[in-house]
Every structure is written in C-alpha cells, then in structure tokens.
Antibody, heavy 116, light 107 residues
Framework: QVQLQQRGAELLKPSETLSLTCVVD????????WNWIRQPPGKGLEWIGE???????NYNPSLKSRVTLSVDKSRNQVSLKMSSVTVADTGVYYC??????????WGQGTLVTVSA | DIQMTQSPSTLSASVGDRVTITCRAS??????LAWYQQKPGKAPNLLIY???TLKSGVPSRFSGSGSGTEFTLTISSLQPDDLATYHC?????????FGQGTKLEIK
C-alpha cells in the first residue's frame, strides 16, 4: 500500500491561511493523482481537488478561489493552501491516492481547527 | 455538479441481516462509482469501485450493483465489524462528489 504522511493538527484564527502538506511514498509519486478531501466534524466528505507530479490540477469550483495545490518533486510532497479560512473550514483534511488501479491509500488526516 | 443522494441516512440492523444502502446520482455516471467504509476516527477505506468491483481483500459479503443513476451497496450477512459509516463517491465528472453518508448501527 502506498504510504502518505500528514501532520497531526493545525489551529488557525479566522481569515488566516491554512497550509497542509502530504509526503508521498517516493516510489509512487509520479504514478497517480493526489487528492485532498475534507470532513467537517460529524459530517460527510467533500472533495477539494487533486494534483499530479507535473502540477496538473483539478479543483472543486466551490473552493477554487481560496485553494491552491502544489507539488515539490524533490521532497515527494503535495501541498494545500487555503486562504481566508472561517469556522466552516474546521474539520479533518485527508490526502489520498486516486483510484485508477482499484486501490486506495489515505493519509491519517490533519485535524484543522479554526477558532477566534 | 453531480449531486449524490444516499439513503437511508441511518440504518439499524442485527447481526446476520442483509443490508442494502442506496446511492442516487442527479445525472448518469455510468459505473463511475465507489463505496467506502469509514470507522470512527479513521480515514475511509475503499470497498468497491467501478460500481461493482470488490477491492482486493474486502470480504465477499460486500457487493455493489447499479449503473447510470442508481446504485446499491449490499452486505449479505451483517457482522459486528461492519459498524461504520458508508459513503458513495462519483468519479464521472469534476468535481468528484460524495453522498452524505449512511451510518450503520448494529442492534
């Protein structure tokens, strides 16, 4: 299974910029799209977007104005930046491998708390 | 966006029961559908992709069917370990969207 590593938790104030990283198993970094998915407390899953090793991206239009996905090939790392966060952005943020080969892999998730 | 609607939102069943969860798409997605199981405090785990293909290692009591706009996830004989929330996700077009989830409780 492809390994993905995420940091444990982030605490932000409203209007700040969220920065998350996901370190991907180097053997597979160039093989897949890497997705970002979030889950507010007690709620369902929301797809944020995806990026591949070449920097090709697809975004959820509902978040596109505030989200930027990027890659650092030297570190086998994908990153998410979300500007102007609000309380509604609180939740667990996951990075996950695409399903092109019928196998999934997920990071352990980063708990993001936005509070004044 | 394609809207995915799951039903029921909550389901209570007994060990050994046959359980069915439905996912409806607001427009045809062919068989571009996946089902996930999510246990409390954990990331989702893929069960089925392509609407009906069981991921390797997933117990055979899980099965998926459907195409177009209506899909079902069936657990043929419910086990205590199946306590979880189940999510569907469409991959037909961007943005990929999820159903709201079905929480499965064991009686």
């Amino acid at each position: 299974q492809v390994q993905l590593q995420q940091r444990g938790a982030e605490l932000l104030k409203p209007s700040e910029t969220l920065s998350l990283t996901c370190v991907v198993d180097g053997a597979y970094f160039s093989s897949y799209f890497w997705n970002w998915i979030r889950q507010p407390p007690g709620k369902g899953l929301e797809w944020i977007g995806e990026i591949n090793h070449s920097g090709i991206t697809n975004y959820n239009p509902s978040l596109k104005s505030r989200v930027t996905l990027s890659v650092d090939k030297s570190r086998n790392q994908v990153s998410l930046k979300m500007s102007s966060v609000t309380v509604a952005d609180t939740g667990v943020y996951y990075c996950a491998k695409d399903l092109i080969d019928g196998e999934d892999s997920w990071g352990q998730g980063t708990l993001v708390t936005v509070s004044a | 966006d394609i809207q995915m609607t799951q039903s029921p939102s909550t389901l209570s069943a007994s060990v050994g029961d046959r359980v069915t969860i439905t996912c409806r798409a607001s427009q045809s997605i062919s068989t571009w559908l996946a089902w996930y199981q999510q246990k409390p405090g954990k990331a989702p785990n893929l069960l089925i992709y392509g609407a009906s293909t069981l991921k390797s290692g997933v117990p055979s009591r899980f099965s998926g069917s459907g195409s177009g706009t209506e899909f079902t996830l069936t657990i043929s004989s419910l086990q205590p370990d199946d306590l979880a929330t189940y999510h569907c996700q469409q991959f037909s077009s961007y943005p990929y969207t999820f159903g709201q989830g079905t929480k499965l409780e064991i009686k």
